[in-house]
């Protein structure tokens, strides 16, 4: 048995290329041509920006799911909306908070300019109900502060949707690149044997490969993301719906 192993190894060690196709994947890299090189150095920028964004958007919307279910507990026990404004402003990784702290400002605009100001200008303190144009004006603006909160959730999503989509093809122009390599060097040499093509063959499908690395996790969690962006969009819009309802019974006439 020793004897035919030492004849394999020989054998391989005569073919011409053998030995540089036995050497491992980061001297393949190292010694693949200069597009092969830039093509896996921008899969490896992309790779690497993708990773970065799902941890920070992991971290972000674990902070979001916190402070919203504690601001919900807060809203919930429908007490002075004074107080609710001031729990607010420390929960502001609540998208919730930040609409209901925009819709309270504009509250108190509107009661400000009242020519009967309410107690100490705070919206609890309304000596006269809303009318209908003044809700509409707060139903504006609860819209626009949530549509603005739910931009913000969706911030950096768009890169993750732009490497699982490109990613790929930017492996296979590597690919494509590397094999018409190796068939150019085929013709120069005039050889066509196995040994001869398979190094250039595997160094151009590394990129082919690495364009799919870079783009499967991308695509996962693209897909991850949004449905959690669209898990707290429903509930930015189930909150508004209650926030309005409350003014309408409280300060509607």
């Known amino acids: 048995m020793n004897t035919i192993q030492s004849i394999m190894v020989s054998t391989v060690a005569a073919v011409p290329g053998t030995a540089h196709f036995q050497a491992g994947y ?9 597009v092969a090189k830039m093509v896996l150095g921008l899969l490896l920028f992309f790779s690497l920006a993708c990773w970065a964004i799902i941890f920070f958007k992991l971290v972000e919307f674990a902070s979001v799911r916190r402070d919203t279910e504690k601001f919900m507990a ?24 930040m609409v209901f702290i925009a819709a309270y400002k504009d509250l108190v605009e509107i009661v400000k300019n009242r020519s009967k100001p309410g107690k100490g200008g705070a919206a609890d303190g309304a000596e006269e109900p809303f009318s209908k144009q003044e809700l509409s004006e707060i139903q504006r603006v609860v819209n626009s502060a949530a549509s603005r909160e739910i931009t913000k959730l969706e911030r950096k999503i768009s890169f993750l949707a732009t490497t699982g989509s490109t990613a790929p093809f930017i492996g296979l122009f590597g690919t494509v690149w590397g094999v018409m390599d190796a068939f150019r060097a085929i013709g120069i040499k005039g050889s066509a044997s196995i040994a001869g093509v398979a190094p250039g063959i595997s160094e151009a499908l590394i990129a082919t490969a690495a364009g799919l690395l870079a783009a499967v996790p991308a695509v996962i969690a693209f897909n991850y993301f949004n449905s ?4 707290f969009a429903g509930g930015i819009e189930e909150f508004t719906l209650e926030f309005m ?9």
Request: charged share 25%.
């Open 26 to 34: 980061v001297d393949m890299v190292l010694n693949a041509g200069l």
């Open 74 to 97: 807060i809203f919930q026990k429908k007490g002075n909306l004074s107080n609710i404004f001031a729990s607010g402003k420390v929960l502001k990784a609540s998208p919730s908070a």
């Open 228 to 231: 959690r962006i669209r898990r």
């Open 245 to 253: 309802n409350l003014l309408e019974r409280k300060f509607y006439r």
